[in-house]
Structures are given as C-alpha cells and as structure tokens.
C-alpha cells in the first residue's frame, strides 16, 4: 500500500493537507452556500472595532479595522453583528448602506457584500490540493 521508505513525517503531511484541503473546501461551500441561496437585506454600517496585527512587526504595529453593522431579517427582527474580517482600511463609511447576506434560519450567519473571504479559502483549497499531490506521489 505504502512505499516502503515513506517516512512518518510525509504521511503526517498528507493527512495534513488532506484536511487543510477538506476544511476550505467546506468554507467554501458554506460561503457560496450563503451568497447563491441565503436571503438579502440592507445593512446600514454602525461602527468600526480596531485591533492591532502583528505587534511584533519590524515596521511597527498596524491597526486593521472591522465593520460593525445592523439589518433587519425578512421576519422583522434587526440583527447587529461585528464582522470577521479585518483590513487595513476602512472600506465603508459609517451609515453607509450595503447589502447583506444571510441564511434564513441563521441570520447571526450574515455576511456583508465585498466581505466573502473567497480569495483566502480558495488559497487554502489550492495549497491543500497541491500539498495532497505533492505527497501522494512520496507515499504512493
């Protein structure tokens, strides 16, 4: 089944990627899961939190932002949440209006448009699928 000389550590890493590439692919799914079938509203943008990355940087610390933003569901309930995502800028104004999408059995599941961490998931998903190749061909 296995080649002889695979060592532990390749098969740690396979099982590794294996995983890696299970997890994004699932975020992904849920992701798109969420932006093709969940329902929509208008969030309006409350606040912003900060928090500071990587304080032991060479250049300094850099202080990321997060927005803060409420909507109300299809059933009239109005939800504020703190987004997960933090960026170097402000990408939004407060009291600027943007769209929000939502599963509706679970609208604390909201996401903001231009907030769909697509690009981190889909990094993960290749970097697990190249790391799964890489060490099928040492352990097979």
Request: charged letters at 20%; a positive charge.
């Given at each position: 089944?296995?080649?002889?000389?695979?060592s532990?550590?390749?098969?740690?890493?396979?099982?590794?990627?294996?995983?890696?590439?299970?997890?994004?692919?699932w975020?992904?799914?849920?992701?798109?899961?969420?932006?093709?079938?969940?329902?929509?509203?208008?969030?309006?943008?409350?606040?912003?939190?900060?928090?500071?990355?990587?304080?032991?940087?060479?250049?300094?610390?850099d202080?990321?932002?997060?927005?803060i933003?409420?909507?109300t569901?299809?059933e009239?309930k109005?939800?504020?949440?703190?987004?997960?995502?933090?960026n170097?800028?402000?990408?939004?104004t407060i009291?600027?209006?943007?769209?929000?999408?939502?599963?509706?059995?679970?609208?604390?599941?909201?996401?903001?448009?231009?907030?769909?961490?697509?690009?981190?998931?889909?990094?993960?998903?290749?970097?697990?699928?190249?790391?799964?190749?890489?060490?099928?061909?040492?352990?097979?």
């Amino acid at each position: 089944m296995f080649k002889s000389n695979a060592s532990l550590l390749n098969m740690v890493l396979f099982i590794g990627c294996a995983l890696l590439l299970l997890f994004s692919v699932w975020k992904l799914v849920a992701i798109l899961y969420i932006y093709i079938n969940g329902e929509t509203s208008e969030a309006t943008i409350t606040a912003y939190t900060e928090k500071v990355f990587n304080l032991q940087s060479s250049t300094g610390s850099d202080l990321t932002y997060s927005p803060i933003y409420t909507f109300t569901t299809s059933e009239g309930k109005e939800i504020t949440l703190y987004s997960d995502s933090y960026n170097k800028e402000k990408k939004y104004t407060i009291g600027d209006k943007v769209k929000v999408y939502y599963p509706k059995n679970n609208p604390k599941s909201a996401k903001l448009e231009g907030y769909f961490p697509w690009k981190m998931y889909s990094i993960l998903t290749a970097l697990g699928l190249v790391g799964l190749l890489l060490f099928w061909k040492e352990l097979f």
